[in-house]
């Protein structure tokens, strides 16, 4: 067995047996105890950056957890638009990926924290059968790289590479 196969074997074996998460660590704090209004009267006659927001507002995850979210329908999408012969079908499939990520937010008031630098994020999903890394890489300005792809179930390539960074304007790559 070559050098490679005994890779793709060991990294097929410690998938298997890993235990993943299926929750979150803390539970959202009740926010009805905590008055929008009060925190605006505190900031009556005070410049916008000498007040701040409690922290319950907040929602429990990072913002590159919330960037991975965005790979929810990967592999109904961006698998059917690499088996897709036709290059109309595949733009069809990844524009649908593409939108069907907004999806994921709506009826989400909460911002995420912000990550610190050369923080990491590492997500597998083994029903989806595809795996994200992400990388906070910049403060000022905030950017966040990311590379994700389809997991490999034998020997062959991925079906899909999605790379890119998130800048005040999001730039991607899918392969």
């Known amino acids: 067995m070559s050098d ?4 793709v074997e060991r990294e097929k074996k410690n998938y298997e047996s890993h235990e993943f998460r299926v929750s979150l660590q ?25 007040f701040t927001i409690p922290i319950v507002w907040n929602e429990p995850l990072s913002m590159l957890q919330r960037l991975a979210e965005n790979l929810k329908y990967s592999n109904e999408l961006l698998d059917k638009a690499s088996e897709s012969m036709a290059a109309i079908d595949r733009m069809k499939h990844v524009t649908a990926f593409l939108v069907s990520s907004t999806s994921i937010h709506s009826g989400r008031l ?4 912000n990550p610190l630098l050369g923080e990491t994020y590492e997500h597998v999903s ?4 595809y795996r994200i890394c ?9 950017v966040s790289a990311y590379h994700a792809e389809s997991i490999k179930l034998s ?4 079906k899909w590479k999605y790379y890119g960074s998130v800048l005040p304007h999001m730039k991607l790559n899918i392969l």
């Open 4 to 7: 490679e196969n005994q890779r």
């Open 26 to 50: 803390s539970e959202m704090v009740d926010r009805s105890k905590y008055s929008i209004w009060s925190i605006l009267r505190q900031c009556v006659d005070k410049e916008l950056y000498r």
């Open 110 to 113: 909460s911002k995420p924290f």
């Open 126 to 129: 083994p029903e989806k059968k």
């Open 134 to 142: 992400c990388e906070q890489v910049s403060h000022h300005p905030p």
């Open 155 to 158: 020997n062959s390539a991925p």
